[in-house]
Nanobody, 117 residues
């Protein structure tokens, strides 16, 4: 089992920045990827960014503004969010995905990000 704890959410004005952190603990297995998803009210949960050992992938809507990184020694993934827009408002969820059998996703409880205009 993997436990994920997010932090760093909050209220920020448009154009501001936030840095989200997610610490994983438990049965960390490789290979894996970690990532961030978000869900706005009434919307589907969507991928924001994911990171493997050496690659990253971003949603088009956040490219150039958000940066995902990870510290494997600490089993922690970060999401640096710059130039925030009101449409970034959502609950952000940390994700850990095993890439070895059994393939399984683990989720954090979520951290709220509110971007005001």
């Amino acid at each position: 089992q993997v436990q994920l704890v997010e932090s760093g959410g909050g209220l920020v004005q448009a154009g501001g920045s936030l840095r989200l952190s997610c610490a994983a603990s438990g049965s960390i297995v490789n290979p894996n990827y970690m990532g961030w998803y978000r869900q706005a009210p009434g919307k589907q949960r969507e991928l924001v960014a994911i990171i493997t050992s050496d690659t990253t992938n971003y949603a088009d809507s956040v490219k150039g503004r958000f940066t995902i990184s990870r510290d494997n020694a600490r089993n922690t993934v970060y999401l640096q969010m710059n130039s925030l827009k009101p449409e970034d408002t959502a609950v952000y969820f940390c994700n850990f995905r095993r890439l070895v059998y059994p393939i399984k996703d683990y989720w954090g409880q979520g951290t709220q990000v509110i971007v005001s205009s």
